[in-house]
C-alpha cells in the first residue's frame, strides 16, 4: 500500500485542522491505520489508531479527547479531525498502515507502510 498525507498547516491555539491520508491498493480494508507525529530531535510518537472495519479507535492519552481518527474504506482514505489543537501538538504528522494492530498502536518499528509526513504548526 502507498500512503499519501496531506492537510497540515499554521493554525491558532485551539483551532482545528483535519489531515487526510489517501492510500493506494485495492486491500486498504485489510490494513490497521495508524497516525504519528515527530518533533526534531525527538522520537516518532504514536497518536492514533484504527481498526479494519473503522468501529474501534485508540488514541494517544496527550490528544484523547480532542482528536479523532476515522477512515472510509471505500474511498481508501483515513483522517485525523485535531481539535483544541495546542502549541506542543506542532509536529510533522505520518499516516501509516499495517496488517497487524500492535505494530501500529505500539509504535514499532517493523511498520510496513508510511506515508510522507504533513506539518502541523499551532501558534500561540
Request: net charge positive; aromatic share 12%.
Amino acid at each position: 500500500v502507498q500512503l499519501q498525507a496531506y492537510g497540515g498547516g499554521l493554525v491558532q491555539a485551539g483551532g482545528s485542522l483535519r489531515l487526510s491520508c489517501a492510500a493506494s491498493g485495492r486491500t486498504f480494508s485489510s490494513y490497521v491505520m495508524g497516525w504519528f507525529r515527530q518533533v526534531p530531535g525527538k522520537e516518532r510518537e504514536f497518536v492514533a489508531a484504527i481498526n479494519w472495519s473503522g468501529d474501534s479507535p485508540h488514541y494517544a492519552n496527550s490528544v484523547k479527547g480532542r482528536f479523532t481518527i476515522s477512515r472510509d474504506n471505500a474511498e481508501n482514505m483515513v483522517y485525523l479531525q485535531m481539535n483544541s489543537l495546542k502549541p506542543e501538538d506542532t509536529a510533522v504528522y505520518y499516516c501509516a498502515a499495517d496488517p497487524n494492530w500492535a505494530r501500529i498502536v505500539f509504535n514499532l518499528k517493523t511498520i510496513g507502510a508510511w506515508g510522507q509526513g504533513t506539518q502541523v504548526t499551532v501558534s500561540s
